[in-house]
């Protein structure tokens, strides 16, 4: 019986260290996995963070253009009424001094 107790321990031994090995080897290789989920979503934020970025550009261009043009619309209305008050200018102050200094009571 010692015959092969003596023979199945250096065989026991042999399997223990490729299970050891095994299990390193595993241990190892999901590590590196793992490195290399991390590393391919960094470099797919940064790839889609770059198309967001050309995007916001790409659009906020034509957004400038339309608050320019906003601006030119609104100053030439502003003329408008600019012009309008100047020339109806000396007729409203007119009319404002003539309600002010003619006083006309209304009968109760």
Do not use: W
């Not at 010692?2 to 999901?30: D, G, L």
């Not at 797919?44 to 957004?63: L, Q, V």
């Amino acid at each position: 019986m010692r015959r092969c107790y003596r023979s199945i321990r250096p065989a026991e031994r042999e399997a223990s260290k490729i299970v050891q090995r095994a299990r390193e080897f595993r241990t190892k290789r999901v590590k590196e996995a793992r490195d290399e989920a991390k590393r391919e979503i960094a470099e797919y934020k940064a790839r889609k963070e770059e198309e967001f970025k050309k995007f916001e550009a790409e659009h906020s261009k034509g957004n400038e253009a339309a608050e320019q043009e906003a601006n030119k619309e609104a100053e030439k209305q502003i003329e408008v009424i600019k012009q309008a008050g100047q020339k109806n200018r000396a007729t409203v102050v007119k009319h404002l001094l003539d309600a002010v200094f003619e006083v006309k009571p209304l009968p109760a």
